[in-house]
């Protein structure tokens, strides 16, 4: 014999609850019918109850199980009524994710050192209004980097993911592990470089520990800052929120490079 789940069991307990309140209701209405009878005094007919402590009881009782009726009813037709579907977050995943030719879409994530497929595409960062302090902050901060340290570009044919590599090496960085790292992981580079999300908002301490790593194997900052200028042919990086800076960084590797 199929068992009964609970759900199915409360749905029959409650239409048996509205089933006897209806009764209830209906009973004690016909009790209160039968406790008075009209007399015709004039042109018009007057009630007179002929029991009137009967009379009382079935209206209570009436009163009573018409407003748990009324109750049992609505609880009824708000679980019967379709819901609306839960919307699903995903879990953005830790890992980086290079630039994709088919689909414009950034990881919006660090770059980790550990070594594990990619799986999970993340959303592109949406766009923030940036207050002033904000933007003056950001300012300063790049305008720290002082220093453009030049690469040899001419490296790039040697690019190969060994010890150099800036996300899964354990060695030194060389400038053509910093150029694979730009053109594969534009937003880590902007936010290694920036030391902030692309939204604006801190880094995190796992974020802080990576990028300390990776300045201890000798990348810098001031390597990043020259090669994206180098790359874009900017004199200067413009004074925009890094989002858009991202972008444009972007869609320039995915029309002259990959």
């Known amino acids: 014999m199929k068992r009964i789940n609970s759900a199915t069991a409360f749905m029959i307990a409650l239409l048996l609850v509205i089933g006897v309140l209806s009764i209830g209701t209906f009973s004690f209405f016909s009790g209160m019918d039968n406790s008075y009878i009209l007399i015709q005094k004039g042109a018009t007919p007057v009630r007179h109850i002929t029991n009137h402590y009967n009379f009382i009881q079935n209206k209570r009782g009436f009163i009573f199980s018409l407003t748990f009726l009324f109750s049992a009813v609505s609880l009824f037709i708000m679980i019967v009524l379709p819901s609306e579907e839960p ?145 874009l042919d900017w004199k200067e990086l413009p004074k925009k929120p890094l989002y858009e800076i991202w972008k444009e960084i972007r869609d320039h590797i995915f029309e002259n490079i990959q």
Not at 211 to 225: A, F, S
Request: hydrophobic share 35%; charged share 30%.
């Open 87 to 231: 919307v699903t977050v995903s879990k953005v995943s830790s890992a980086p994710e290079p630039v994709a030719r088919p689909v414009r879409e950034s990881s919006g994530i660090s770059a980790v050192v550990e070594q594990i497929p990619v799986e999970a595409k993340a959303e592109e960062p949406k766009a923030v209004r940036i207050i002033p302090e904000e933007r003056e902050a950001q300012d300063s901060a790049i305008d720290s980097v002082t220093l453009d340290e030049s690469l040899d570009a001419e490296v790039f044919d040697e690019i190969k993911e060994g010890e150099d590599d800036v996300v899964y090496g354990s060695g030194p960085i060389s400038d053509a592990a910093i150029i694979h790292f730009v053109h594969k992981f534009p937003d880590s580079a902007l936010k290694f470089l920036y030391r902030k999300q692309l939204d604006g908002k801190a880094l995190t301490s796992t974020e802080e520990e990576i990028y300390l790593g990776w300045e201890q194997r000798h990348m810098t900052r001031g390597k990043i800052k020259s090669y994206i200028k180098a790359l």
